[in-house]
């Protein structure tokens, strides 16, 4: 079933494309200003572009997560500078804030207030911290940087300078300090702490970039360095061996421990996917079936079976101040307002799977891929928001809930993840037509 929630895109969408009509597709949103990326003079992005009315959500600051994925999404359409810019800015917040990661190096052990861990969400236009309590264990977030930065390194895009490698060098040795292959984190969710594949998946592809930075220019090595730790390869290798046998007990799975920590099926899997490419084939296929057979809805596809995240009347069951605090220290109350089959639906993995399939026919020219990049390609475009929505129509929203029994899009409209994500989709579904 193919929900369209605008019908100006009915015109438009077909079960087979054209390479010039997916082109019209794209010209059509860029003038309905859907893919519109508000830049902070910083360089940073706020996690959404949002009315008066929303700005309850807090989704005017800045995540580390959601800046690279945006970040990266600029890179792969050619806009380097912006995504460098971005990526620096970044660097700057940590280099500010870097005695986060040296007390935790120091001190050998893993703090037990989770706001001692490096912050992952902080003001965008200051690059400083917020005071307010908040799930800053996240070691996926981390990942992406020290992932995408290396990446530029290689690239050529970013020339770092010396103290920013002494800076980078934190990363893999914080992640040693805090065991990373055990250590229970946050992550992508911000929710209940546990071993999760999705983080450290990230982590792994983190010290595989960062390697790869080490092989293709060696001579960064000699700044890369903490007191009288340097970061060598075999460092490297060894950070990696510990998170790939682990990573591989728990795969295809998010978490393997038990009670309410295990959790077989995770949207944030698909990242591991792309655009990390950390998972060998076999593992990718069970996460790919796992997402659609279990989690995927007509609307979106839901994080996690049991999510009460925007649980079906959650405007009414919650005043605005209560909707997106920390709950991840006690998830009861939340998860008191769920019911089977009424998770919400995002709308930022609907896309990825496009690309994830876009690239299958890619390799292999297999009729069977192309079709399933065009069915998840449509999915995501039918998830713009039609013209009664408040923040306008045409937008990219963060997902979709049960109000009053029928699914509508959330406050957090549009959300630059998804519009991120969505720009990707259509130009990898260019670059199947190119063949």
């Known amino acids: 079933m193919l929900i369209i929630n605008n019908e100006k895109l009915l015109d438009f969408l077909q079960f087979t494309y054209t390479l010039q009509e997916i082109k019209i597709i794209s010209e059509f949103l860029e003038d309905q200003n859907t893919f519109n990326f508000p830049c902070l003079e910083s360089g940073l992005f706020s ?72 912050h992952i969400r902080f003001d965008g236009v200051t690059l400083t911290e917020i005071d307010q309590q908040w799930a800053h264990a996240q070691n996926d977030a981390l990942g992406y940087f020290l992932w995408f930065y290396c990446k530029l390194i290689i690239d050529g895009k970013i020339t770092p300078k010396p103290e ?57 090595a000699e700044n890369l360095s903490y007191q009288e730790q340097t970061i060598t390869i075999n460092f490297v290798d060894q950070l990696l061996q510990k998170g790939n046998q682990e990573l591989d007990k728990i795969l295809p799975f998010e978490c393997i421990q038990a009670g309410e920590k295990r959790r077989e099926y995770d949207g944030a899997l698909l990242f591991l996917i792309y655009p990390l490419k950390v ?12 997402v659609s057979n279990n989690l995927q809805g007509n609307y979106g596809i839901k994080r996690y079976l049991k999510d009460s995240f925007w649980a079906a009347d959650y405007k009414e069951k919650l005043d605005p101040e209560a909707r997106t605090v ?13 019911q089977e089959n009424q998770e919400a639906q995002w709308c930022i993995f609907d896309p990825i799977l496009s690309i994830i399939f876009g690239l299958k026919f890619q390799e292999t020219h297999q009729e069977k ?60 579904m260019e670059d199947s037509l190119k063949l």
């Open 279 to 290: 998972v060998n084939e076999n593992q990718s296929e069970h996460i790919i079936q796992n």
């Open 47 to 118: 996690a959404a572009t949002l009315t008066e009315d929303a700005e309850y959500t807090g989704y005017t600051s800045v995540w580390v997560r959601d800046n690279i994925h945006v970040a990266h999404s600029h890179y792969v359409l050619g806009n380097f500078a912006i995504a460098s810019r971005n990526a620096q800015a970044l660097m700057n917040y940590f280099h500010k804030y870097k005695h986060r990661f040296e007390k935790i190096i120091d001190a050998g052990t893993v703090p037990e207030n989770v706001m001692e861990r490096p």
């Open 369 to 428: 891929y192309l079709e399933q990049q065009t069915w998840y390609l449509n999915r995501s475009l039918g998830q713009l928001t039609s013209k009664d929505c408040p923040a306008g129509e045409l937008k990219c929203p963060e997902l979709y809930y049960l109000e009053k029994g029928q699914y509508v899009p959330n406050d957090v409209v549009p959300l630059l993840w998804t519009q991120a994500n969505l720009s990707m989709a259509l130009k990898f």
């Open 326 to 338: 920390d709950f991840s220290e006690d998830m009861s109350f939340r998860d008191s307002l769920i």
């Open 164 to 220: 920013d490698l002494k800076t980078l060098a934190l990363f893999p040795l914080y992640f040693q300090t805090i065991a990373y292959w055990q250590d229970e984190d946050s992550g992508h969710w911000e929710e209940i702490r546990k071993i999760a594949a999705s983080s450290m998946g990230v982590v792994v592809a983190a010290l595989t970039s960062l390697k790869e930075m080490l092989i293709a220019q060696p001579n960064l």
